[in-house]
């Protein structure tokens, strides 16, 4: 069934029937002495890389074996934890060939969260590195078998060099991505291959990748944008480099990196996109914004001279579900259609589709969508759902037949596109009126002196009011009354936040999203808001 002009579903064919790190052996075997990766000094060619990959797939293995008695075998979950440097990508390849699922843990996260993430995965072993061990305590203790690819390389090197008999197929897990969860816990997505499969050579194939192709990689491996600034990278023969954290922590010095190093792909958040110096990146060809709505002038410049896609996509649909290319005529808010296999359903209450034009909820079908929630069973009925629009061809195939209730409000446009109108549950009620901070935001945004701001309901009961947080433009003086004079020109006067917090930046997430749970409480009322 098509529903909204037929738009909602794209196909396209995939080699649904392999593995991500098959793809990168072929990748390796047609291209073995171009660079793959590079990190500071570190740079490794697709065959030193595969075969640094294979010793330590085959150390992953033995290791298991004696660990647990029996040989090693498809869907176990391994710890990935390892700064960013060249031989993350050896660990992340290596778990993958070794037939199992990585665990991504970023070592900058809390010792007790990671430890969280390792226990609650079940993984026996973590591959991980000499610097790591000697920060998280909890990895010594015995609880897990842990490689050292750094410390361990001379046991490592006498693993053999040779592929792996493969144990995986495209419909084993490839990695276990946690997200923060509403109960407090952080909560796993199960993602497999097929899916990855598919979201990475779709982005490679709209955003042009290939072997002149260089693409930054900065995003934490905890985060799923991770993915698709490595492994379209590795499936097109590219070269990736991977930004050390000094240099990415400093937006001057990671301009300076793209310059010279002449980065063609790039991926960042709104809020990090915000944050760069704007500066003539000639080499920059093609450069994805995601995980948050952006502005319409921050997309407005960095789009100039080159191709800007605006995406969207929960974890538990791997990574992507939508792109929209930004130009003229495009809503800062729009998140464009389906990507290659992936099929969108806006809703209304009684899950019957939804009109061009009028707000639902969005669903999300298609060969993205993952298995559901690690140990978390009703959490999984809840949000992974029987898909009633799945086809006879679908049913005939196993394909479509569950989607995914993402809990954001979206509707069709009459171009074909989704237009992103915030969360179904992030709604806060002030004085009877329904409000939604997205849009405060927006307007807050587009103040000429104000560089990122954000918007938090504060208070409760009839003393709930709106708190605005925002960062100035260098050098300019913002007042609470000019913002409230500002906002009183495209909002209503319920809308008006009644205190207003000025920051030097916005917290920010190790995935780079705005941290709303680390912004300060408002000391004092601004006057004239509610």
């Given at each position: 069934?098509?529903?909204?002009?037929g738009?909602n579903?794209?196909t396209?064919?995939?080699?649904?029937?392999?593995?991500?790190?098959?793809l990168?052996?072929?990748?390796?075997?047609?291209?073995?002495?171009?660079?793959?990766?590079?990190?500071g000094d570190?740079?490794?060619?697709?065959?030193?890389?595969?075969?640094?990959a294979?010793?330590?797939?085959?150390a992953?293995?033995?290791m298991?074996?004696?660990?647990?008695?029996?040989?090693?075998?498809?869907?176990?979950?391994v710890g990935?934890?390892?700064?960013?440097?060249?031989?993350?990508?050896?660990?992340?390849?290596?778990?993958?060939?070794?037939g199992?699922?990585?665990?991504?843990?970023?070592?900058?996260?809390p010792?007790?969260?990671?430890?969280?993430?390792?226990?609650?995965?079940?993984?026996?072993i973590?591959?991980?590195?000499h610097?790591?061990?000697?920060?998280?305590?909890f990895?010594?203790?015995?609880?897990?078998?842990?490689?050292?690819?750094?410390g361990?390389w001379?046991?490592?090197?006498?693993?053999?060099?040779?592929?792996?008999?493969?144990?995986s197929?495209?419909?084993?897990?490839?990695?276990?991505?946690?997200?923060?969860?509403?109960?407090?816990?952080?909560?796993g997505a199960?993602?497999?291959?097929?899916?990855?499969?598919?979201c990475?050579?779709?982005?490679?194939?709209v955003?042009?990748?290939?072997?002149q192709s260089?693409c930054?990689?900065?995003s934490?491996?905890?985060?799923?944008?991770?993915?698709?600034?490595?492994?379209p990278a590795?499936?097109s023969?590219?070269e990736l480099?991977?930004?050390q954290?000094?240099?990415?922590?400093?937006s001057?010095?990671?301009?300076?990196?793209m310059?010279?190093?002449?980065?063609?792909?790039a991926?960042f958040?709104?809020?990090?996109?915000r944050?760069?110096?704007r500066a003539d990146l000639?080499s920059?060809r093609?450069?994805?914004v995601a995980?948050?709505?952006?502005?319409?002038d921050t997309?407005?410049?960095w789009s100039?001279?080159?191709?800007?896609?605006?995406?969207?996509g929960?974890?538990?649909?791997?990574?992507?579900?939508?792109?929209?290319?930004?130009?003229?005529?495009?809503?800062?808010?729009?998140?464009?259609?389906?990507?290659?296999n992936?099929?969108?359903?806006?809703?209304?209450?009684?899950?019957?589709?939804?009109?061009?034009?009028?707000?639902?909820e969005?669903?999300i079908?298609g060969?993205?969508v993952?298995?559901?929630?690690?140990?978390w069973?009703?959490?999984?009925?809840e949000?992974?759902?029987?898909n009633?629009?799945?086809?006879?061809e679908d049913?005939?195939?196993?394909?479509?037949l569950?989607?995914?209730?993402t809990?954001d409000?979206?509707?069709?446009?009459?171009?074909?596109s989704?237009?992103?109108?915030?969360?179904?549950?992030?709604?806060?009620?002030?004085?009877?009126?329904?409000?939604?901070?997205g849009?405060?935001?927006?307007a807050?945004a587009?103040?000429?002196?104000?560089?990122?701001?954000a918007?938090?309901?504060?208070?409760?009961g009839?003393?709930?009011?709106?708190?605005?947080?925002?960062?100035?433009?260098?050098?300019?003086?913002v007042?609470a009354?000019s913002?409230?004079a500002?906002l009183?020109?495209?909002?209503p006067?319920?809308?008006?936040p009644?205190?207003?917090?000025?920051?030097?930046?916005?917290?920010?997430?190790?995935?780079?999203?705005?941290d709303?749970?680390?912004?300060p409480?408002?000391?004092?009322?601004?006057a004239?808001?509610i």
């Amino acid at each position: 069934m098509m529903l909204t002009n037929g738009l909602n579903r794209s196909t396209v064919r995939y080699p649904d029937d392999t593995t991500a790190h098959a793809l990168f052996e072929a990748q390796a075997a047609r291209t073995p002495d171009s660079t793959a990766v590079v990190c500071g000094d570190e740079r490794f060619t697709y065959r030193e890389l595969d075969e640094r990959a294979n010793r330590v797939a085959h150390a992953i293995r033995a290791m298991y074996a004696k660990l647990a008695g029996r040989p090693f075998s498809a869907d176990t979950l391994v710890g990935l934890c390892m700064s960013r440097r060249a031989d993350l990508i050896t660990g992340m390849l290596a778990i993958l060939k070794a037939g199992g699922a990585f665990v991504p843990l970023d070592p900058a996260y809390p010792e007790r969260r990671l430890k969280y993430m390792m226990d609650d995965a079940g993984a026996p072993i973590v591959v991980s590195e000499h610097g790591c061990l000697e920060q998280l305590l909890f990895l010594n203790r015995g609880e897990y078998g842990v490689i050292s690819i750094d410390g361990g390389w001379p046991a490592i090197q006498r693993h053999s060099a040779k592929i792996p008999a493969p144990l995986s197929s495209a419909r084993s897990l490839a990695y276990l991505m946690y997200t923060s969860g509403s109960t407090g816990r952080p909560k796993g997505a199960l993602i497999e291959h097929r899916g990855m499969v598919n979201c990475v050579l779709n982005e490679a194939r709209v955003r042009g990748f290939g072997p002149q192709s260089r693409c930054l990689q900065s995003s934490s491996i905890a985060f799923d944008a991770a993915v698709l600034e490595i492994w379209p990278a590795l499936l097109s023969g590219s070269e990736l480099h991977l930004v050390q954290e000094d240099v990415r922590r400093d937006s001057i010095e990671l301009i300076r990196y793209m310059s010279d190093r002449g980065i063609t792909h790039a991926f960042f958040t709104p809020a990090l996109l915000r944050a760069l110096p704007r500066a003539d990146l000639p080499s920059l060809r093609s450069l994805v914004v995601a995980g948050d709505v952006c502005d319409a002038d921050t997309m407005g410049y960095w789009s100039r001279g080159r191709a800007l896609y605006n995406a969207y996509g929960p974890t538990e649909t791997t990574v992507a579900a939508t792109m929209c290319q930004y130009g003229e005529g495009k809503l800062a808010t729009e998140i464009g259609g389906p990507i290659a296999n992936v099929a969108l359903y806006v809703l209304d209450q009684y899950r019957n589709p939804t009109p061009v034009g009028v707000p639902g909820e969005l669903y999300i079908g298609g060969d993205g969508v993952t298995r559901g929630y690690h140990n978390w069973p009703e959490l999984t009925a809840e949000r992974f759902l029987e898909n009633p629009f799945a086809t006879d061809e679908d049913r005939a195939q196993r394909r479509n037949l569950r989607m995914y209730r993402t809990g954001d409000r979206v509707r069709w446009l009459s171009n074909g596109s989704l237009e992103f109108l915030g969360r179904v549950d992030c709604q806060v009620k002030i004085r009877g009126f329904r409000i939604e901070p997205g849009e405060i935001e927006a307007a807050l945004a587009a103040h000429p002196e104000v560089r990122s701001c954000a918007v938090m309901p504060y208070g409760d009961g009839a003393d709930r009011r709106l708190a605005a947080y925002f960062v100035p433009v260098a050098g300019a003086a913002v007042t609470a009354d000019s913002i409230t004079a500002h906002l009183r020109l495209t909002l209503p006067e319920y809308m008006i936040p009644s205190a207003f917090v000025e920051l030097e930046a916005l917290p920010l997430s190790p995935s780079g999203k705005v941290d709303r749970n680390a912004l300060p409480a408002p000391r004092q009322a601004a006057a004239g808001g509610i």
